[in-house]
């Protein structure tokens, strides 16, 4: 690791201090970061947001903006120092020594231009002539298997998917064949099953062509699927550095700890306990810290921590942690302890909102997009309801339908029996206050010009029908079960973050004690030891409450954890329906299958992967029989392609929709496991 | 669970306020636009009681005078010192054209959050209307209007010139409304039961304020141009009016004789459209920084 001879390092940066000058000030972000990428090495930086990956990112490329600069330290990239270039030898640089894949690829390509333009530029810059150019640049996406390339080239950035354009840029960035390749968060906006094709076509580049790459992610589960080496960055500071395996199972950083404790994974469910969190906030920004930089959040801390700096001490010679106290980094206590007492669910009684046979057609410009197709299930009070599918797959419809923003085109939703308007305008106060939302991203959910006072109270008065005192004192208790405190009721949003902003709108849906909330994503756009504070709150008002929640999300550990069945759509269509557990453990429809296995998670997985090829079928011309059978690994046969299986209850409360009996399943998807068992 | 990060953003929300203000205040076009503006907004205000002469009836016997130490700016036909006459002439173009634009504004922006907010029919038979009355010449238009109107009155001229511009106010902020409409918070209303006149109006209205101001200034200098344009080809305010496009209008034809009945006013006009344009410019650079 620590080899002196100079080119055997791809990256090699030391002491590297980076500051933002903000309103005439410099505000340091990176503090004496160090770290050795290896050549044809991954090295994961992992961290939450604000911490300063992207501005490591930046340094490292040359492309800090105009009011950043690197302040101490130096950065050099195969044996070259990279902070000395100017002028034409930085242009040389950027052009063909490193190359840099961002997390938004629909801003990183223009707009303007066809794809195969700006693929063959990627080549152009490097003195192929024109005509060479545009074969490479064909040749480059066959690599990254992009499938029909000569179509694909002709075509415009906003025709492609999120997952073919990052594709695309992967192949203008290793276009020249980079010393290293710098990928910041290239998945983070994509659906697990291609997030999971991106992250196997890196690796499996990454093998072929021996580059290095620095690889960075908010995401623990994807740097452990993706690299060999990670980086524990926290508020600038590198603060736990070594091999991916020893990080997870023997961490030495307190926040390290934390981090991975806030990750719902392992099978974990609410009625095990609570998930632990990391109270407190990131320090802000450029602020002077003496001592420890976790000092403020870490239940281990003393006044040495607060006084004294740790170094990075090495804990074994790859193994480094920057924690006086890294040897009891392990009896971190939990920052949550009390446990709660969930009611049970009686489903023995009357479900709280069924819904009968919906069915949602859009039609757009001559087509019929079948959204929803015949969907049934039902809700009993004080239970999570999780729905799962990929992007596409009708889970936020079937929300919408519900809350009667989208009418049905057929079929019916029930609430305690009654029917519903299918319409929300036609909705009494008490099926408006019945059923509210928690929307994913709490930026646009809230509006900027209201306080958070107004935006309660207004709750308060159209839900629960209140005004005057009455509305106050119930405004002061909104807040305290929300855990928010007085002061920020006279703030506006741009004043929170987005931590309290999901908790103004958890408190907004629960103004007139709703009976079911359906939350769409409410954690995604959270980093991880925030969205375990919001989980909790939300099982807390669960057990206190017994509220039902349709729960959507993308993360099945997080839908593990919180709900107590699990709905699984694909292409509008029902597809299982079961407990939790059983639909996690097996036997599974083959399409939950293949969800499953593509979530790069902590503890990785013990059972080979199965990649789902291609994107999901246009909804607008499902497949005919099984919607599935032209991605399904188990396919039968002619039967999955001409006949749609039924709906039906294969064990008690599990349902499935395949041509493959329970036994079979259960048979074919143990043999399968069984191979890794000895290895593993 | 007090925030760190919450507080500080605070501060910094109120810093960014103070910074727009600095910007404003150090920005040279503004500085120059808002005194030309101040200027004729004072000679407004205080009218004849600043000017040497009485700009309507002091009517001397010095008729069509050269400017001179006695007349700075010359005197008219009718004997009238001019230079009373331009200080004075900023009052009817500064009362009508800010009301017309106020006009305009508080239709064009009712019609846009309907237009942008319900869509389907209601948006389309508007937005249809918009476009034709968009595609005729301004001029033409409300010179319609006032024929039709059959009254030459300031007040004419300014429910004229307000008709004539909401449906280019409309149109702003009905695309500033078709964006915020798609926002979640919209959503939430609706399904707490609001009323639609309560989202459009206290939900959405304060969010699309910044593109509004903006569209205002914009329209305030147009609005003075359109002002002054009605008058001078005779169906805007009328003489005895010491207004600027009025002294135009009386005097054009006489331009070769005296050449400075035409000239002062006519710079008097240009000043203030320049000097609103200024002021809109910078307020709109600070704002969409
Ligand atoms: N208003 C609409 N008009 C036309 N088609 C629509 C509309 N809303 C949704 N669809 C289509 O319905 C299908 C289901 O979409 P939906 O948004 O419910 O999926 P989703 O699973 O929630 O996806 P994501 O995870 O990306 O939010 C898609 O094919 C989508 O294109
Ligand atoms: S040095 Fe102290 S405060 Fe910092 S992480 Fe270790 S125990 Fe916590
Ligand atoms: S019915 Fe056939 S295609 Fe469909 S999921 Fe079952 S095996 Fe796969
Ligand atoms: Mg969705």
């Known amino acids: 690791m620590s080899s002196t001879e100079p080119g055997a390092t791809a990256l090699h940066v030391a002491d590297l201090d980076v500051s933002y000058r903000v309103r005439g000030k410099d505000r340091q972000v990176l503090r004496g970061v ?35 600069a690197v302040s101490a330290g130096s950065i050099s990239v195969a044996g070259r120092d990279v902070l000395d270039l100017r002028g034409q030898k930085l242009r040389e640089y950027r052009a063909r020594t490193v190359s840099m894949v961002y997390q938004n690829p629909g801003a990183a390509l223009n707009p303007s231009i066809r794809v195969g333009s700006q693929v063959a530029e990627a ?18 996406l066959d690599r990254v298997q992009i499938a029909d390339p000569g179509s694909v080239m002709r075509r415009y950035p906003h025709q492609l998917s999120g997952g073919m354009q990052q594709r695309a840029l992967i192949a203008m960035a290793l276009a020249k064949n980079p010393e290293l390749l710098i990928l910041d968060e290239p998945t983070t906006g994509l659906d ?19 580059t290095s790459v620095l690889f960075i992610s908010h995401n623990l589960g994807v740097i452990s699927k993706m690299c060999s080496r990670v980086g524990v960055l926290y508020a600038g500071r590198l603060v736990e550095e070594g091999p991916v395996g020893t990080i997870l199972r023997d961490p030495r950083h307190p926040y390290t700890v934390g981090l991975l404790r806030c990750i719902p994974r392992g099978g974990v469910r609410k009625d095990h306990g609570r998930l632990d969190t990391i109270p407190g906030f990131l320090p802000s920004l450029g602020a002077e810290i003496t001592g420890c930089v976790f000092a403020d959040r870490c239940a281990l801390a003393d006044d040495r921590c607060r006084a004294e ?18 040897d009891r980094a392990a009896t971190l206590p939990r920052a949550e302890i009390a446990d709660l007492e969930l009611p049970a669910v009686d489903r023995a009684g009357a479900p709280l909102v069924e819904l009968a046979q919906l069915s949602k057609v859009f039609k757009q410009r001559g087509h019929e997009v079948h959204a929803l197709t015949e969907v049934s299930a039902a809700i009993w009070p004080g239970e999570t309801l999780g729905l799962v599918g990929e992007s596409g797959s009708g889970k936020t419809t079937l929300a919408r339908t519900l809350l009667g923003i989208v009418p049905p085109t057929a079929g019916t939703a029930l609430l305690e029996g009654g029917e519903l308007p299918t319409r929300y305008q036609k909705r009494s106060r008490e099926e408006l206050r019945a059923l509210q939302i928690v929307f994913q991203n709490p930026d646009s959910a809230l509006n900027r010009r209201h306080s958070v006072r107004r935006i309660l109270l207004r709750s308060l008065k159209k839900l629960a029908g209140v005004g005057g005192s009455v509305a106050e004192t119930r405004m002061h208790d909104l807040v305290e079960r929300v855990r928010l405190t007085e002061r920020t009721l006279t703030q506006k949003p741009v004043q929170l973050s987005g931590g309290l902003k999901q908790r103004v709108a958890i408190a907004r849906a629960f103004a007139g004690d709703p009976k079911l909330v359906v ?40 839908v593990r954890y919180i709900s107590d069945r699990i709905a699984v759509l694909y292409l509008g269509r029902l597809q299982e329906l079961g407990p939790a557990d059983v639909v996690f453990e097996g036997p599974h429809h083959p399409y939950t299958e293949a969800l499953l296995s593509a979530v790069p998670t902590v503890d990785g997985g013990g059972r080979d992967r199965i990649r789902l090829d291609g994107d999901i079928p246009s909804a607008a011309s499902p497949p005919s029989g099984c919607v599935f059978h032209t991605r399904c690994p188990r396919k039968l046969g002619a039967v999955c392609e001409e006949t749609e299986p039924p709906l039906v209850e294969v064990e008690a409360g599990h349902h499935m929709r395949c041509h493959i009996p329970l036994e079979e399943l259960r048979r074919l998807q143990r043999a399968e496991s069984q191979p890794m068992a000895p290895t593993a | 669970m007090t925030s760190v990060a919450a507080v500080s953003e605070r501060s910094e929300a109120r810093v960014a306020r ?10 040279p076009s503004f500085l120059i636009g808002a005194g030309v503006l101040l200027f004729w907004l004072t000679c407004a205000l205080l009218g004849s009681r600043i000017t040497p002469y009485d700009p309507i009836f002091d009517q001397t016997s010095d008729l069509s005078q050269r400017p001179s130490t006695e007349h700075w700016f010359g005197t008219d036909r009718l004997g009238r010192d001019v230079f009373s006459r331009v200080l004075a002439g900023s009052r009817d173009i500064l009362l009508i054209a800010p009301a017309a634009t106020l006009l305009a504004t508080i239709f064009g922006t009712t019609l846009g959050l309907i237009t942008g907010y319900f869509r389907g029919i209601a948006d389309d038979t508007i937005s249809r209307v918009i476009d034709a009355v968009l595609a005729i010449p301004l001029i033409v238009l409300a010179v319609t209007v006032v024929t039709s109107v059959g009254s030459r009155s300031a007040w004419a001229v300014t429910v004229v010139i307000a008709i004539v511009f909401s449906p280019i106010i409309a149109r702003t902020v009905r695309a500033a409304v078709l964006g915020e409409a798609q926002l979640d918070y919209v959503e939430a209303a609706r399904l707490r039961g609001e009323r639609s006149h309560y989202v459009m109006f206290a939900e959405v209205l304060p969010n699309v304020m910044p593109p509004i101001l903006v569209e205002a200034t914009i329209r305030l200098g147009y609005a003075i141009f359109a002002v002054a344009t009605l008058t001078f080809i005779g169906f805007g305010l009328q003489p005895p009016s010491p207004d600027w496009a009025v002294q135009i209008s009386d005097n054009w034809q006489f331009l070769a004789e005296q050449w400075w009945t035409v000239l002062f006013p006519a710079i008097a006009i240009a000043s203030l459209v ?10 709109q650079q600070v704002l969409e920084r």
């Not at chain 2, 320049?274 to 307020?283: E, G, H, T």
Request: hydrophobic residues 45%; glycine residues 6%; negative net charge.
């Open chain 1, 309 to 326: 700096e740790p170094r990075l001490d090495k804990i074994t010679p790859v193994h480094a942690s920057r924690c006086w106290h890294h």
């Open chain 1, 34 to 68: 160090t770290l050795e990428v290896a050549r044809g090495e991954s090295y994961g930086l992992v961290g939450e947001s604000g911490c300063g990956k992207s501005t490591a990112a930046l340094a490292i490329v040359r492309y800090l903006p105009r009011n950043g």
């Open chain 1, 123 to 140: 080549f152009t810059v490097l003195g192929v002539p024109g005509g060479d150019a545009t074969d490479r640049a064909r040749d480059a």
């Open chain 1, 192 to 210: 697990a099953t291609v997030e999971a094709e991106v992250l196997d076509l890196v690796s499996q580049l990454q093998a072929e062509l021996h």
């Open chain 2, 18 to 27: 103070r910074e727009r203000l600095r910007l404003l205040l150090r920005s």
């Open chain 2, 274 to 283: 320049v000097a609103v344009n200024l002021v809109s410019d910078s307020v």
């Open chain 1, 519 to 558: 939350c769409d994503e409410p954690t995604s756009a959270l980093d991880v030891s925030v969205q375990a504070a919001i989980l909790n709150l939300l099982v807390e008002l669960q057990a206190e409450k017994r509220v039902a929640y349709l729960f959507i999300s993308h993360d099945l550990g997080v």
